[in-house]
């Protein structure tokens, strides 16, 4: 189909008598653009416009829809991030009050970390927590941060953290169905120096094999009891994990079960800003994270795969080494950019270091949403694991697919 539009032109003689006069002053903006499709006239009158037409073809090809970009300014933070996946029905409003518990926790200790020195934070508090490790002054502060948010949200029934020697069930008055486990702050020994720590947590819901109720014939212990077999779940179970990494950025990574988002604290607004959507973990990156100074501790299929790491590979170079002394950093880095992590046993900690329940079945519930692998001594997953114990132990390896399989054959072969 074609259409007839018109074109002014304007005649020469005006332009030559008046050279500063051109077509782009004298022609309106919305016709300027049709000048192109119309050969010059030359009237023999003085100062007439003369209108030429031009066949537009119109229809004839649709053009392809433009893209709808992003616009720079708009940010999606952690609430609003919620709320659509509340109305998604991926998860229900109690969970979203949990986390968004969690996260005003997590600011909190964020903001206790940076002023550390300051406010006279650092150092040892003079107690030792269960596993017999001394606790810094933060760690006894961050738990109860951690607590009391989780209390205040009237959603958690049973909180289990790493400086609580056993569970611990809300007062029915906060009373609610879910159960978190959480480790405070992850790399204490990093407080003092200002190097990296980060907080883990995970959520579950009530355990229909015993939900938490003290009534008045029950003793404490029988309620304690309760609460043990309540929170003890494998990370298999687990509806949502996270951590939240303090460094030179504060980043809330977190899954639901539907891949793993990474939120970055905006210091400006006090906000959680999406910044890394549904994070991929690359298949293999020659990269390790081992704590070497136990080497002579390690059994010789593990140090035959460590030494083969440390040959030149095919290109020339040996797999690059790396550790920061925080579960939460070492992840944080693998799945932006792959790798593996190991925390095995050794002749001294037959079980390894990390803890089971809110430790490594969080983060291998992370890795294994980002497309990761995480595994223990015996190859077992991680997530099929079920705690005995609250603050049982288990030696891990965890990270990029192809680089765990690498170690598998060192192991199990």
């Not at 951590?243 to 899954?255: E, Q």
């Not at 692998?373 to 965890?398: A, W």
Request: charged share 20%.
């Amino acid at each position: 189909m074609a259409e007839a539009v018109p074109t002014f032109r304007w005649n020469n003689n005006l332009r030559s008598a008046s050279p500063t006069l051109s077509n782009s002053r004298l022609s309106p903006p919305h016709l300027r653009r049709h000048l192109h499709g119309c050969t010059q006239q030359n009237p023999r009158s003085s100062f007439h416009p003369r209108i030429s037409c031009a066949a537009v073809e119109i229809g004839a090809t649709a053009p392809a829809p433009a893209k709808i970009k992003k616009n720079r300014y708009q940010i999606e933070n952690l609430t609003t991030w919620l709320l659509k996946q509340e109305q998604s029905g991926h998860i229900d409003a109690e969970l979203t009050i949990v986390l968004s518990s969690i996260s005003l926790a997590c600011k909190q200790i964020a903001s206790l970390l940076q002023r550390s020195s300051i406010i006279n934070l650092t150092g040892a508090h003079g107690t030792v927590n269960i596993q017999g490790e001394d606790q810094k002054k933060l760690d006894v502060i961050s738990n109860e941060l951690f607590c009391d948010c989780l209390r205040s949200s009237g959603r958690t029934g049973i909180i289990a953290s790493e400086e609580e020697d056993v569970p611990v069930a809300v007062e029915e008055t906060y009373s609610g169905n879910y159960i978190v486990v959480f480790d405070p702050v992850d790399g204490s020994a990093n407080i003092d120096t200002s190097l990296t720590t980060g907080s883990i947590f995970g959520i579950y819901g009530p355990d229909k094999q015993c939900i938490f109720d003290l009534d008045d014939d029950s003793t404490l212990d029988q309620a304690e009891e309760k609460c043990i077999v309540s929170v003890c779940q494998p990370g298999s179970n687990l509806l949502a994990a996270g951590y939240c990494l303090y460094s030179s950025s504060v980043v809330f990574t977190l899954s639901i079960g539907r891949g793993v988002y990474a939120f970055t604290l905006d210091p400006t607004y006090g906000e959680f800003v999406l910044t890394h959507e549904n994070i991929k973990i690359p298949n293999s990156n020659r990269i390790y994270s081992f704590n070497e100074g136990n080497y002579d501790l390690f059994d010789e299929k593990l140090k035959k795969y460590l030494d083969d790491l440390r040959k030149p590979g095919p290109n020339g170079k040996p797999y690059s080494g790396r550790y920061i002394g925080c579960l939460v950093g070492e992840i944080h880095r693998m799945l932006l950019v792959g790798g593996i992590y190991g925390n095995p046993d050794n002749k001294n900690s037959k079980n390894g270091n990390l803890r089971l329940l809110y430790e490594c079945a969080p983060m291998s519930y992370l890795i294994e949403q980002a497309g990761g692998k995480s595994i223990d001594r015996q190859g077992r997953r991680i997530l099929d694991i079920k705690p005995t114990e609250v603050h049982q132990r288990t030696p891990i390896f965890v990270g990029s697919p192809d680089e765990v399989e690498k170690l598998e054959k060192y192991l199990f072969e």
